[in-house]
């Protein structure tokens, strides 16, 4: 049984008149009769009463007919989801992140796709550190990720969205409570809650240059893999962790954020493979254009 053969049944069914249906389909009339008939064949059954006059349904006919038309839609709204797919405008986006681009980059990202790319669906993976999200990409487990560039790994493309201030967070009750900002040489006596030195973080990268850049090198007390366990050690009064700006979107109880007047800055950069052709990937950096996400000349 063939795809067409059913629309010619749909057409007749409705039309109830065989020339009407020949024209709709744009066909002649005999193809279209000798075509009905070798489906009922097929089928073994009846399924229009013909006379002179009019062409009717069998009991039959009208309970195929439902069943066709269920077929036809589901056919036909097939076709209309590949023809999204293959425009972009549909399909999973799956995007890696650092713990704090979930703060404030992962919302403005998802608000954006949303609104302006309301077919698509994202899968999140969080807490990848940059190395994590490399490998993600070029093993095309991953279509973008939100990452802490330098880029060591050939073959991903990247482009800049925020240039990131540190800041220290610190229990309440911490004796830098009151303080509007701090200098790094004020943290040269505290514990530190940092990620773990065997993930390649270039959050900590950051942090231990700037301490080294005011004479001391960090006491690190507790290594995490996630920024939220950074956080709720800082609450607990069990060290300060020094990370970038965009923690401030999500405050927590019993967390306090400083800012570090003296300490480096860190980037945050979309990447994607220099290779993926996909119009979803076209659409996507189109939209973040639009709507300059990208910093101006950040590569």
């Not at 020339?19 to 073994?44: D, K, V, Y």
């Not at 056919?75 to 797919?85: C, I, L, Q, W």
């Not at 994590?132 to 330098?150: N, S």
């Amino acid at each position: 049984m063939e795809l067409r053969h059913l629309r010619y049944f749909a057409a007749v069914a409705e039309t109830r008149h065989f020339g009407r249906a020949a024209e709709r389909l744009h066909m002649a009339q005999p193809p279209l009769s000798q075509a009905i008939r070798r489906l009922e064949t097929e089928l073994g059954v009846e399924l229009f009463t013909r006379t002179t006059r009019q062409v009717a349904l069998t009991g039959a006919g009208e309970v195929f007919r439902t069943d066709v038309e269920r077929i036809l839609k589901a056919v036909d709204e097939a076709v209309a989801r590949v023809g999204r797919f293959a425009s972009g405008v549909e399909g999973v986006l799956r995007v890696g992140l650092t713990g704090a681009a979930s703060y404030r980059q992962l919302p403005m990202l998802a608000r954006l796709v949303k609104r302006e790319m309301p077919g698509v669906m994202l899968e999140v993976h969080t807490e990848m550190l940059t190395p994590a999200q490399e490998t993600g990409l070029i093993e095309r487990r991953l279509d973008v990720g939100l990452l802490r560039p330098p880029i060591r790994q050939e073959g991903i493309a990247h482009r800049t969205i925020a240039d990131e201030p540190l800041v220290v967070t610190v229990p309440e009750e911490h004796w830098l409570g009151e303080a509007d900002s701090v200098r790094v040489e004020q943290l040269r006596h505290e514990n530190f809650i940092m990620y773990g030195a065997t993930l390649g973080s270039v959050l900590n990268d950051a942090v231990v240059r700037s301490c080294l850049a005011s004479g001391f090198y960090p006491h690190c007390a507790y290594e995490v893999t996630e920024t939220s366990a950074a956080l709720a050690l800082v609450a607990a009064g069990l060290g300060v962790a020094v990370l970038p700006d965009s923690v401030r979107s999500a405050p927590r109880e019993g967390v306090l954020c400083k800012a570090v007047e003296d300490a480096f800055c860190v980037r945050l950069d979309l990447a994607w493979r220099e290779d993926d052709e996909s119009p979803l990937l076209r659409n996507l950096l189109k939209v973040l254009e639009n709507n300059d996400v990208f910093l101006e000349g950040a590569a």
